[in-house]
């Protein structure tokens, strides 16, 4: 009787030693291709880690200590708010701060291999707005030293294509060497390229209200943040404006957004840094939400966050405040914002306070809606929200000079966080055109130099403050204010 083999034991003709060798030799194959397997898949969840955003986190990676080194930087970040304050407008109160001017021809002088600009729209000169103000200078100085550098230095400039703007800026500057870009934003989303921020060197920012305009260095009030040696952050903010560069290029908005635009650090997974040697939380947000690659916080879920975890206070300086759309037609009700201050107010106790400019072309219909926020005050029930109009005065010759003499400030204030944007607060600004902010924590600060969220208070303050804000009441007209 023929004794029986298992048929994985012979070869084809039968031969059992044959069939050893080739087992043998199946089986090295089988344990190469398991090690192969698991390096690829190491490999793969290496890549998952780095690239996967910072809320898809697994809490293993926060209790290991990896996901706090890579949210952490340890570059010495130094940070200053600047301001632009309108010529003739005096304060009582001693709190200054360094101009935007200077800020930016600190940045150009720091440079050394790259400049990159994200703006609106360029008129830096008098020629520009057909004026022949003598203020005008620190906007051609700005120009000037820009149009040298970019005959050495790399660059770049994304701006939005609106039609009718001045280009003359914009041609020197290419003629000199700089590369620049056109967004179409509005025939992409219907909005326009609204931010202004500068990445220099990739380690040196600037986020703020100025336009490239000379007004904005003289004859109108902005507020803006400078970040110098501060790789970490410059690097993330550089994503957004590759965002820019990448849409002008391509006029199309991608849908996913590639892996290279994630970003870790968001309202949920803040960037861990020193600014000021003060330990910090910081994240940056961008509008509108198809310009969010993955990772990225939205700039209106980035308001209501830190709206919502005020205990305290609420302060607002902002040029428009609008529960609507202002440009889409027909005009929607949009209320986002509005209902989230009035909940703060009501079930928080949360201190409110607005802060809205007040010139010509403010648009008549803000005012009912500030009046309606106003009349939620009442002392017996703990309703604290008060609003003011702040008016920068001019004189004969002041008033000559087109769209200016504004309070342009973008920015926000509580208990707990300093928020600085690009945007003014209504429904198009969120939903539609490009935008950015700068968001800060130092609430754990144990440091005894004042924290950024202190020094913009004080700002906010002393405008409030000052003679040139007036509270809106139930019979306030824009008219007799502006």
Same mark, same amino acid.
């Given at each position: 009787m023929k004794t029986d083999i298992p048929y994985?034991?012979?070869?084809?003709?039968?031969?059992?030693?044959? %069939?050893s060798q080739r087992a043998q030799l199946c089986y090295r194959c089988l344990v190469?291709?398991? &090690?192969?397997? #698991?390096?690829?898949?190491?490999?793969?969840a290496i890549y998952n880690f780095l690239t996967a955003p910072a809320s898809s986190y697994h809490p293993a990676l926060v209790s290991s200590g990896l996901q706090k080194k890579m949210e952490s930087c340890s570059d010495p970040c130094k940070i200053v708010l600047v301001? *632009?304050?309108?010529?003739?407008?005096?304060?009582? *109160?001693?709190?200054t701060n360094p101009s935007i001017f200077q800020a930016w021809i600190s940045l150009m002088s720091e440079a050394r291999s790259s400049v990159d600009i994200a703006s609106f729209y360029w008129t830096l000169t008098n020629?520009?707005?057909?004026?022949?103000?003598? =203020?005008? %200078?620190?906007?051609?100085e700005v120009l000037k030293r820009l149009a040298v550098l970019s005959g050495n230095l790399h660059v770049r400039i994304a701006v939005d294509s609106q039609e009718g703007k001045p280009q003359a800026d914009l041609t020197l500057l290419e003629n000199s060497g700089a590369d620049i870009r056109k967004v179409d934003m509005r025939n992409l989303t219907s909005?326009?390229?609204?931010?202004?921020?500068?990445?220099?060197?990739?380690?040196?920012?600037?986020?703020?209200?100025?336009?490239?305009?000379? +007004?904005?260095?003289?004859?109108?009030?902005?507020?803006?943040?400078?970040?110098?040696? #501060?790789? #970490?952050?410059?690097?993330?903010?550089?994503?957004?404006?590759?965002?820019?560069?990448?849409?002008?290029?391509?006029? &199309?908005? !991608?849908?996913?957004?590639?892996?290279?635009? =994630? =970003?870790?650090?968001?309202?949920?997974?803040?960037l861990q840094l020193p600014l000021n040697s003060t330990p910090s939380s910081v994240y940056l947000s961008s509008s509108p939400p198809s310009f969010c690659a993955t990772g990225r916080t939205p700039d209106l879920q980035s308001i209501l966050s830190v709206m919502e975890d005020a205990e305290s206070f609420i302060y607002i300086a902002v040029m428009n405040y609008l529960p609507t759309t202002e440009f889409t037609h027909p005009k929607r009700y949009w209320a986002d914002i509005d209902t989230q201050l009035r909940r703060s107010a009501y079930e928080k106790k949360v201190r409110v306070r607005?802060?809205? *400019? #007040?010139?010509?072309?403010? !648009?008549?219909?803000?005012?009912?809606?500030?009046? %309606?926020?106003?009349?939620?005050?009442? *002392?017996?029930?703990?309703?604290?929200?008060?609003? +003011?109009?702040?008016?920068?005065?001019a004189d004969p010759r002041q008033k000559k000079i087109p769209f200016a003499r504004v309070n342009h400030n973008k920015y926000m204030v509580t208990d707990k966080v300093a928020y600085i944007g690009t945007s003014n607060w209504s429904g198009d600004y969120f939903l539609s055109t490009a935008g950015s902010a700068l968001v800060v924590n130092q609430t754990d600060s144990q440091s005894a130099g004042p924290t950024v969220q202190s020094q913009l208070k004080d700002i906010f303050e002393r405008d409030w403050h000052s003679a040139y804000s007036s509270p809106v009441t139930h019979n306030a007209n824009l008219e007799l204010f502006c």
């Open positions: 994985n034991q012979l070869d084809a003709e039968g031969n059992k030693q044959g %069939s190469a291709l398991a &090690s192969v397997a #698991c390096v690829l898949l190491a490999a793969v301001e *632009s304050i309108p010529e003739g407008l005096e304060f009582n *109160s001693s709190s020629k520009d707005t057909s004026t022949q103000d003598p =203020t005008a %200078s620190q906007g051609e909005g326009v390229l609204h931010t202004k921020f500068w990445v220099v060197d990739k380690k040196h920012v600037y986020i703020g209200s100025a336009n490239m305009d000379w +007004r904005s260095l003289t004859q109108v009030k902005e507020l803006g943040a400078v970040v110098y040696n #501060c790789s #970490c952050l410059a690097a993330d903010l550089e994503k957004i404006f590759e965002a820019y560069w990448f849409v002008g290029g391509s006029q &199309s908005i !991608p849908s996913p957004w590639p892996s290279n635009f =994630t =970003t870790l650090y968001n309202k949920d997974t803040p607005l802060l809205i *400019s #007040c010139w010509q072309h403010s !648009p008549p219909v803000m005012l009912p809606f500030l009046k %309606s926020l106003a009349s939620v005050h009442d *002392s017996k029930n703990k309703l604290d929200i008060q609003v +003011r109009l702040f008016v920068v005065p």
